[in-house]
């Protein structure tokens, strides 16, 4: 069982950044290395990959993300962090994490490939 708690939401003016921490529980010791994902869903829409990362070190990005969030991690907290620059209204969102076992290059994006999730933080970009 993998815990993850996520922060750092809250409102932004357009152009603002912001930076979003996912907090995880230790991985099960079976697990090497794994991936954690961010994902979004907006008001009326799908849930959606933003940004993956692979323990290991690869990283995979949503294309129209690219260049504006960062997805990073801290290995000696198990904390991963989704740094977001230039915001746009249309960013406004809930963002979740997710966590699964093993390795994947690239990380995915599929939202059914994780097992595990945090409940949530609400950002909002005002234009």
């Known amino acids: 069982q993998v815990e993850l708690t996520e922060s750092g939401g809250g409102s932004a003016q357009a152009g603002g950044s912001l930076t979003l921490s996912c907090a995880a529980t230790s991985s099960p010791s079976r697990y090497t290395n794994f991936c954690v994902g961010w994902f979004r869903r907006a008001p009326g829409k799908e849930r959606e990959g933003v940004a993956a990362l692979d323990s290991n070190g690869p990283l995979n990005y949503a294309d129209t993300r690219k260049g504006r969030f960062t997805i990073s991690q801290d290995k000696s907290k198990n904390i991963f962090y989704l740094q977001m620059n230039n915001l746009e209204p249309e960013d406004t969102a809930t963002y979740y994490c997710?966590?699964?076992?093993?390795?994947?290059?690239?990380?995915?994006?599929?939202?059914?490939?994780?097992?595990?999730w945090g409940q949530g933080t609400q950002v909002t970009v005002s234009s």
């Open positions: 997710a966590w699964k076992g093993g390795g994947w290059k690239p990380p995915p994006l599929d939202e059914n490939s994780y097992n595990y």
